[in-house]
């Protein structure tokens, strides 16, 4: 059964940077597209990333060229690189698997809050 936890969430000032990691335990990553979904309060949840298990990568418009998904099947583990972050970046984060970046996602995580603010 797919389970992904989340971490590496926290406070940072706008401009600032975090990394958050996604790791799975009790199977193997590398047969799974992964993806990035967040959620702030008194919205929709919405997705973020997802980075295929050949390594394709897409986005949302609104991280486009400031938030990079990138996997180490070593490690079993994908992260979310996020820079240039704004107060509207903040959101709880989760990820979650399928076989396909266009399938249905299981195995979400407990998820982890991010907040920018000054």
């Known amino acids: 059964q797919l389970q992904l936890v989340e971490s590496g969430g926290g406070l940072v000032q706008p401009g600032g940077s975090l990394r958050l990691s996604c790791a799975a335990s009790?199977?193997?990553?590398?047969?799974?597209?992964i993806g990035w979904f967040r959620q702030a309060p008194g919205k929709e949840r919405e997705g973020v990333s997802c980075?295929?298990?050949?390594?394709?990568?897409g986005y949302a418009d609104s991280v486009k060229g400031r938030f990079t998904i990138s996997r180490d099947n070593a490690k079993n583990t994908v992260y979310l690189q996020m820079n240039s972050l704004k107060p509207e970046d903040t959101a709880v984060f989760y990820c979650?698997?399928?076989?396909?970046?266009?399938?249905?996602?299981?195995?979400w995580g407990q998820g982890t809050q991010v907040t920018v603010s000054s």
């Open positions: 009790g199977f193997t990553l590398n047969y799974y597209a």
């Open positions: 980075i295929s298990s050949s390594g394709s990568t």
């Open positions: 979650a698997g399928a076989r396909s970046c266009g399938g249905t996602m299981t195995g």
